[in-house]
Structure formats: structure tokens, C-alpha cells
């Protein structure tokens, strides 16, 4: 059974600039989040997504945005971005089981480098 | 609202000895906790998880019990080997409706010499 598989595995931007990272969840897996990593913050919850809508949202800025697609595919993307945008970009996915205890299972991370 | 604390790193140790990262935790219901490990380079990869007080989970040598009363996640193992050089992650998720998020622990660097 196939991970979450996230694309790009690195990319490198300029200020000013968007980018979009993709991310594809495990088979049957109708959750997906999006999480930030830095090493001054650590990791920080961005966003939720089940059925095309998001459930959830952490505190970042309006500049961060996602979207889930009917077949659980998710995006995010990043507008006018910023040189503290710079990050290890992870998305997770789950089954959508109630109760905390549903294991969120992670993709490998996509690097951004803001320039 | 939820946090985590996990023991201050670095953590260096030698092949063989005892380990142990403290994790404590604060939230307002009743969490599900977890350990997650990051190698480098790479994402996330759980290792193990437990959903209720007294709950022991365990994985690959590695163990953890959930202390409701002293709201700790303790990660131990007996033997370390080199190649459980990594960064842990003590993580707590607490269901609030439908949703889902996890709060994050700040890594502890564990590096085991041979």
C-alpha cells in the first residue's frame, strides 16, 4: 500500500512568488492535513481537509491557502511568499474513523526555499 | 489549549545504554498520545501511539505509557542502537467535533555513538 506521496520533494522560490505543493494521501484515506515545520517554530498545523471542505485551521495568514479534490488529492498553496516561508511542507493523511486515536500517517515532506 | 513539552535536547548516548525523553502534556479533554520519529531528510513516521490512560504502546524496542495522572508520555528503551540516531516527537490529538489536528512536542535530537 502506497504512503502519502507529496510533490515537489524540493523546490526554490523567489520572494514575491506562489507555489503550489501537492499531495496525495494513502488509498482510502479521506483526511487530509497540512503541516509546517521550521527549525524556530517546529511544527505547526495549518489546515484540514475532509470531502473537499476544510474542518480545521491553524493560525498562519490568508496567504496560505488549500483545496482537497473529489478523489482526496489535496494542494496548497503559498501567495507572495516570504523569506520565514521557508520550511519543510508535510502533509498527513486518515481514515476519517471518530476519535482522537485515528492514526495520522505522514508524506516525506516537500522543501521550500524562499530566496 | 494544547501543548506539549518534551525534554530539552540534544541527547547523546552510547550504543547499548538506557533511554529515556520526557514528554508531558496539557489538554482540556482526553487526548490520544503519540510518538513520532524523523530521520534525515525525511517526514514523519509514527512510532508508536496510545489512546487511554494506563495504555502501554510499544514498537521496535521502544515503549511509552499514558499517565493520566502525571500527564506524561515518557519514551523509553532499553538498548539504543545506532540507528535510532534521530529527532522524536511527543504528539497529542484531541478530537474537537470532526476535527482533527495534532499538537506538537519540539523535537528532541537523539544521536547514539557507536
Known amino acids: 500500500k502506497a504512503g502519502v506521496t507529496q510533490t515537489p520533494r524540493y523546490l526554490i522560490k523567489t520572494r514575491g512568488q506562489q507555489v503550489t505543493l501537492s499531495c496525495s494521501p494513502i488509498s482510502g484515506h479521506r483526511s487530509v492535513s497540512w503541516y509546517q515545520q521550521t527549525p524556530g517554530q517546529g511544527l505547526q498545523f495549518l489546515f484540514e481537509?475532509?470531502?473537499?471542505?476544510?474542518?480545521n485551521k491553524g493560525n498562519f495568514p490568508g496567504r496560505f491557502s488549500g483545496r482537497q479534490f473529489s478523489n482526496s488529492r489535496s494542494e496548497m498553496n503559498v501567495s507572495t511568499l516570504e523569506l520565514g516561508d521557508s520550511a519543510l511542507y508535510l502533509c498527513?493523511?486518515?481514515?476519517?474513523?471518530?476519535?482522537?486515536?485515528?492514526?495520522?500517517?505522514f508524506g516525506e515532506g516537500s522543501w521550500l526555499t524562499v530566496v | 489549549g494544547n501543548s506539549v513539552t518534551q525534554m530539552e535536547g540534544p541527547v547523546t548516548l552510547s550504543e547499548e545504554a538506557f533511554l529515556t525523553i520526557n514528554c508531558t502534556y496539557t489538554?482540556?479533554?482526553?487526548?490520544?498520545l503519540f510518538w513520532y520519529v524523523q530521520y534525515p531528510g525525511e517526514g514523519l513516521q509514527l512510532l508508536l501511539k496510545?489512546?487511554?490512560?494506563?495504555d502501554k504502546g510499544s514498537n521496535k524496542g521502544f515503549e511509552a505509557t499514558y499517565r493520566k495522572e502525571t500527564t506524561s508520555f515518557h519514551l523509553e528503551k532499553g538498548s539504543v542502537q545506532v540507528s535510532d540516531s534521530a529527532v522524536y516527537f511527543c504528539a497529542l490529538s484531541e478530537a474537537r467535533g470532526s476535527a482533527r489536528q495534532l499538537t506538537f512536542g519540539s523535537g528532541t535530537q537523539l544521536t547514539v555513538l557507536p
Open positions: 498527513a493523511s486518515s481514515l476519517d474513523a471518530s476519535g482522537p486515536g485515528n492514526t495520522i500517517y
Open positions: 496510545a489512546t487511554k490512560a494506563d
Open positions: 489538554a482540556t479533554g482526553y487526548p490520544s
Open positions: 481537509y475532509f470531502s473537499e471542505t476544510q474542518r
